[in-house]
């Protein structure tokens, strides 16, 4: 379907572009929201009759949401959610949930302004983009941890995931077992071999 953009999208075009797109993503989404008219000889004839207003309204559009970014942009949360010992968590953080984190802090984010490709399923640090106006992006940080201490360390640069690894290398370190290649798997050692090599 052949359609006349109303305001700039990602990867289509600007406003008044005259793009090709699938009938479905044009009756479900982009006519229903008003960001596009369907491309025939009349509504071409009221597009251009309307063409500086809209021009008018989205630079006014973006110059707020440029105000906004500027507050928004480089924010800093934090989430603290459980995870297995492998960093994986229990559930996930979705747009949602970085949308009210961010409302915590003060700042007016829609959660259909985050883009994020999937869910975070895993500890760590994440830049996630807000989409404040289809000319408008800003990113902020996701610190996703189990504990504010770890927040504290990840926001340091400290990958806490391998600290832990080390520390239980070490500890591991400290226990080894008395190795005899003549036993068969799943032998318990008799009581004259640990005779043997307590003497020893």
Do not use: C, W
Request: no cysteine; hydrophobic share 40%; aromatic share 4%.
């Amino acid at each position: 379907m052949d359609i006349i953009l109303l305001e700039r999208i990602e990867k289509l075009g600007g406003i008044g572009d005259v793009v090709s797109v699938k009938d479905g993503y044009a009756r479900n989404f982009l006519l229903p929201q008003k960001k596009a008219l369907r491309a025939n000889d009349n509504n071409k004839k009221v597009f251009e009759a309307n063409r500086e207003r809209l021009e008018t309204e989205n630079a006014a559009r973006r110059g707020e949401a440029e105000k906004a970014g500027e507050k928004v942009a480089g924010a800093e949360i934090v989430l603290i959610r459980a995870s297995s010992n492998s960093g994986q968590l229990y559930g996930s953080v979705n747009v949602r949930d970085v949308a009210a984190a961010l409302a915590e802090q003060g700042h007016d984010v829609d959660k259909r302004q985050v883009v994020l490709g999937a869910p975070i399923k895993t500890l760590g640090l994440f830049d996630v983009t807000i989409a404040l106006h289809p000319e408008v992006r800003v990113t902020v940080k996701v610190n996703v941890a189990r504990s504010e201490d770890e927040a504290e360390l990840q926001s340091q640069g400290v990958d806490v995931m391998a600290r832990m690894y080390e520390e239980e290398r070490e500890e591991s370190e400290g226990f080894t077992e008395a190795y005899d290649p003549n036993r068969e798997l799943g032998e318990l050692p008799s009581d004259e071999d640990e005779a043997e090599e307590a003497a020893q």
